[in-house]
């Protein structure tokens, strides 16, 4: 079956601009998670959702970070004003529920913010 | 303090021979899930193996197992029979499960190269 998808797979902008970054998890699990991976910070969480709430927001960055879910399904997450520190990739994973405990990584997103 | 060490930035290990990757932890939760993952160069993670923390026997699946040793909080990963395919950084993982909610905390991965 279809495994997580993410839209785009790369991203190049320029600072300052506004960008958002598509998760599609796979069809039925309710748990969708974002995590970032950069060179300087390793594999850092940033917010997941149960069903379209968000009870853990703790990972975003700053302000400048926000997401949401709709439907219970597809994920947006937008980062304004974009800085060079911006730059990572964003991975997206999702769970049958919060209490299954394998997550499904999609191929990330690749940010550049030059 | 990390919550998950791994200390091993580069591993090489010859084909057909076994592997142990190490991963140590730190948590004061009594209830965690210990995650390996591993992520070719085509960079998606792709689940290995998971060991929950009341589970009395380690966790194997396939080639893989997770050597668990609870008194001294350690998770390590072994390969056995190690194939060319098996090149790639590996990650361990942790999931507080009472005060962590549901986001995995990862280590700083090895990197593992398995030659002829």
């Known amino acids: 079956g279809a495994g997580v998808s993410q839209s785009p797979s790369n991203k190049v902008t320029e600072k300052g601009k506004d960008v958002e970054l598509r998760c599609d998890p796979i069809?039925?699990?309710?748990?969708l998670y974002w995590y970032r991976q950069s060179l300087g910070q390793g594999l850092e969480f940033l917010i997941y959702?149960?069903?379209?709430?968000?009870?853990?927001k703790s990972g975003l960055p700053s302000d400048r970070f926000s997401a949401e879910r709709t439907g219970g399904s597809v994920s947006t997450l937008t980062i304004q004003r974009t800085q060079q520190e911006d730059s990572a990739v964003y991975l997206c994973?999702?769970?049958?529920?919060?209490?299954?405990?394998?997550?499904?990584f999609g191929p990330g997103t690749r940010l550049t913010v030059t | 303090a990390q919550k998950i060490t791994q200390t091993q930035p580069g591993m090489f290990v010859q084909e057909k021979e076994a592997v142990t990757l190490d991963c140590t932890y730190d948590?004061?939760?009594?209830?965690?899930?210990l995650f390996w993952y591993k992520q070719p160069s085509s960079g998606e993670m792709i689940f290995l193996i998971y060991?929950?923390?009341?589970?009395?026997q380690n966790a194997t699946e396939g080639r893989y197992s997770l050597n668990f040793q609870k008194a001294r909080k350690s998770a390590n990963l072994v390969i056995s029979a190690s194939q060319l395919g098996d090149s790639a950084m590996y990650f361990c993982?942790?999931?507080?499960?009472?005060?962590?909610?549901?986001?995995?905390?990862f280590g700083t991965g090895t990197q593992l190269k398995v030659e002829l």
């Open positions: 994973a999702s769970s049958l529920g919060l209490s299954a405990y394998e997550q499904y």
């Open positions: 993982a942790m999931r507080e499960l009472t005060g962590g909610g549901n986001k995995l905390t």
């Open positions: 069809s039925g699990h309710t748990a």
């Open positions: 959702f149960q069903g379209n709430s968000a009870p853990d």
């Open positions: 060991q929950g923390s009341y589970d009395q």
């Open positions: 948590t004061s939760d009594p209830s965690y899930g």
